[in-house]
């Protein structure tokens, strides 16, 4: 019988002692994996946090708040404006990634019902329109309070587009690709009733359906129909011009600049306030790193952790594999004198020894791997499921941002990781095999067996 044959009769014959170092095995594998995937993802989390949507900062101008007569709140319509002059200066102090300018409007078209608010009248049949660079960094589509369902956002680069809701789309019969005309207006009261403040129309605007949209929360305050959340159109910043409610390269709203690096946004914003052509008496900036601050030291924390819970489990797994295989040779004492007396070659043994170890280290190998995808699926959002940037990029800005990296995606390891991983541990466990067996390979078989006796 050669040392196979020796090998494989042994692992089906004892199988308690089979099946004890088949479960160290996959468990240590196991959480190898699953301990070197946390790192890996740890440590891209921080690198995509820095290298994408690091930071922004907006700029906008006061608005004056009063009270009225009824004790109501009015703000004061805003005459203070940012010019594109003001913005190229400000992109020139660099390491900006992406600015969104902000207009804002009322239109009305003849082919639109729009979803009726308070005290809806045929005059107030209005909708709010936000004109904007890029609409997937609107307020609400990086909140994710409205998620874009069909279509395209809009981008720089788009002329005459906009974006529709769901609702006002279903109850218009519109659908992407469709073109229809806009006209200026401009929400007012009078005699307590909503009013269009621009009887006499002058100014159009061929526009056409790129994106529909879909609010995630519901509305439930009384609102005029143009403040109604379906009603709200974004629209490209020709459109307004068009619609002769703002001026090109004039933006009375916020504009939004997007950095590539939150560790440099204090010192960005500290050189975009040295800037002597804004008034910063009429204006005010305020930061948002998303969390950088936060997210990174709970992931320098958490890489420090797992880095000394590798270290450890890699000690004290080789020190216990070590123990295991030795107590496991020590009880073939008198099995290897036998074969010893019988002519079998001491390297014939160890070889058999080592094919039986290596047999089950392999099967629990392959079977850690395909647990270790489920392990590593819970690690990722209990670990990440809060800490992943969205991506801010090309195709993320026209798709929108709310399809963000998977957490699968960070925390998989590739092949060549995998490999490498495995291979360390079949080096390991050869090495104990060979540790533990040499100690009873270099007695003579006389000797074994008197150990035995």
């Excluded at 007396?341 to 629990?364: H, R």
Aim: with cysteine.
């Amino acid at each position: 019988m050669n040392f196979t044959q020796r090998a494989m009769l042994y692992i089906s014959r004892k199988k308690g002692k089979t099946v004890s170092l088949f479960l160290v095995v996959f468990v240590v594998a196991v959480f190898l994996i699953s301990c070197f995937g946390v790192l890996n993802a740890s440590e891209r989390l921080s690198k995509d946090i820095r290298t994408s949507l690091g930071a922004a900062f907006y700029i906008r101008a006061n608005t004056e708040v009063s009270m009225n007569e009824n004790g109501e709140t009015q703000v004061k319509e805003n005459t203070v404006h940012i010019s594109q002059e003001e913005i190229d200066e400000i992109m020139q102090i660099g390491e900006i990634k992406y600015y969104n300018p902000i207009n804002y409007g009322f239109a009305k078209s003849d082919t639109i019902q729009f979803i009726q608010g308070d005290k809806h009248t045929i005059e107030s049949n209005m909708g709010k329109v936000t004109a904007l660079h890029f609409s997937a960094l609107a307020p609400n589509f990086t909140d994710e309070t409205a998620v874009l369902v069909e279509g395209k956002h809009i981008t720089e680069t788009d002329n005459g587009k906009i974006l529709i809701s769901e609702q006002l789309a279903n109850a218009n019969n519109l659908s992407v690709g469709d073109k229809l005309t806009l006209t200026h207006a401009k929400l007012g009261e009078s005699d307590g009733a909503y009013i269009d403040e621009i009887p006499v129309k002058i100014a159009y605007a061929q526009v056409e359906v790129l994106g529909i949209y879909k609010l995630n929360i519901e509305d439930t305050s009384v609102k005029p129909t143009a403040g109604v959340a379906d009603n709200e159109i974004y629209a490209s910043l020709d459109i307004l011009n068009e619609l002769h409610e703002s001026e090109v390269g004039i933006y009375t709203g916020e504009v939004d600049f997007y950095i590539t690096d939150p560790a440099k946004l204090e010192s960005i914003t500290r050189n975009v306030q040295l800037l002597q052509s804004i008034d910063w008496k009429t204006h005010f900036i305020r930061t948002n790193d998303f969390q950088y601050s936060k997210i990174a030291d709970q992931l320098s924390s958490l890489g420090d952790l797992v880095k000394i819970l590798l270290v450890l489990v890699s000690v004290v797994s080789t020190a216990f594999l070590t123990l295991l295989l030795t107590m496991r040779m020590r009880g073939r004492m008198q099995e290897a004198g036998i074969l010893l007396a019988t002519g079998v070659s001491k390297g014939q043994i160890m070889a058999g020894f080592l094919l039986e170890v290596l047999a089950v280290t392999i099967i629990a190998l392959i079977l850690s791997y395909v647990v270790s995808f489920g392990v590593t699926d819970f690690l990722g959002h209990s670990l990440f499921g809060e800490l992943q940037p969205n991506l801010l990029n090309d195709d993320a800005l026209t798709a929108g941002m709310n399809g963000g990296i998977k957490i699968e995606n960070y925390l998989k390891l590739s092949a060549v990781e995998t490999l490498l991983i495995y291979l360390c541990q079949l080096v390991v466990i050869a090495a104990s095999t060979f540790v533990s067996s040499i100690m009873i390979m270099r007695l003579k078989p006389k000797e074994i067996l008197s150990k035995m006796s």
